[in-house]
């Protein structure tokens, strides 16, 4: 190619990406989270769902420490109090989730002795207005965590699509068993029928096993409490070289279809897993790069950790939206 045609196509492909960074830059701006939160029902909708699911973490632990999450909870029910404040009567139903994880919350912390009448106190102030907003009471449902038996969760992977999907969790708690290599070299091929792009199949897998998947997971720091249950990690990458200016999102689309694949297969084959997110600004992620030999080319997309069941499997009853709230038909 002709030297100066090469540097001005450069040129426009640099322009390119500035462009589109500056675009994802503005939408950002508009609409993430993080501002302006009280102004956009569906933001605090998001955020609080966020705030709750650390509650039901805290209960799907193996050994929760007595009296944990007790500011936690009281934060999550002053952002209640606020969101039927501005939003109970656009969606208050919403409601119900939050409050009943917060009765399971309740329920366990008072039965190990801890005193959270504080918190109880703020819960019951809440229900009513809760009823008086809904016009009922809170249902009687399961929330917080539930107890299987890893029998019954590996013969649940073992039936139907629906079975396999329905009976999976993310697990806090694992055996202690090392995880065969062959189980894991099994998992990676199911996962490798993943559909990509024109077939480019541009994710990357690094496998990590005893004390340096215990490094990779506190790298994270999302695991408090149980990073030396995980003796093997799978960290997800999507390589960047497989995708071209026009498709900058590409990778992670890729790289989300395959973890989730992966962690299908590691429920069928009888293992229990957990997604632990990768979901961090570029300084956090040069860290693990450095720390763990990951080339700039690949982008990380997902941590996997991995193990054997225990015997009883303690996971997080993490309810899932009625899809009227997440579907739109368009004729």
């Known amino acids: 190619m002709n030297p100066i045609r090469k540097i001005w196509k450069r040129i426009k492909l640099d322009a390119g990406f500035c462009h589109e960074g500056l675009a994802h830059a503005r939408r950002l701006c508009a609409h993430s989270a993080s501002a302006d939160t009280e102004s956009d029902i569906y933001k605090m909708q998001y955020s609080i769902l966020r705030i709750n699911h650390t509650l039901e ?3 799907s632990m193996p050994s929760p420490r007595k009296g944990f999450g007790i500011r936690r909870s009281l934060f999550l029910m002053d952002r209640l109090g606020l969101y039927a404040r501005l939003y109970g009567g656009q969606d208050a139903e919403f409601l119900t989730y939050p409050l009943q994880t917060l009765a399971g919350y309740i329920s366990y912390t008072e039965g190990t002795g801890a005193d959270v009448s504080e918190v109880r106190r703020k819960y019951e102030t809440l229900l009513k207005e809760y009823e008086s907003l809904t016009g009922h009471a809170l249902p009687d449902r399961p929330a917080g965590t539930q107890i299987s038996s890893s029998k019954d969760i590996r013969e649940a992977a073992r039936g139907d699509f629906r079975s396999l999907l ?4 993310a697990i806090r708690a694992y055996s202690g068993e090392e995880v065969p290599e062959e189980t894991i070299m099994e998992a990676l091929s199911l996962a490798q029928l993943t559909p990509s792009a024109c077939n480019r199949q541009g994710w990357k897998t690094h496998v990590f ?3 340096k998947a215990v490094e990779l997971v506190r790298w994270q720091e999302g695991c408090k409490g149980f990073e030396e249950q ?7 990458t999507a390589d960047l070289r497989a995708f071209l200016d026009f498709e900058p999102y ?5 790289g989300g279809l395959y973890a989730m694949n992966l962690l299908n297969a590691l429920h069928y084959l009888g293992l229990g897993a957990i997604p632990i997110s990768c979901g961090f600004k570029d300084a956090k992620l040069n860290e693990m790069r450095a720390a763990f030999s990951i080339p700039e080319n690949e982008v990380p997309i997902v941590i996997v950790g991995t193990g054997v069941l225990p015997e009883t499997v303690k996971y997080a009853t993490s309810r899932r939206k009625d899809i009227s709230k997440t579907n739109t038909f368009h004729e």
């Open 230 to 236: 995980i003796r093997t990690a799978i960290l997800v």
């Open 57 to 59: 973490k805290g209960l």
């Open 209 to 211: 096993r005893g004390e």
């Open 166 to 169: 329905e009976s999976r969790h």
């Open 250 to 254: 590409q990778a992670y689309v890729d």
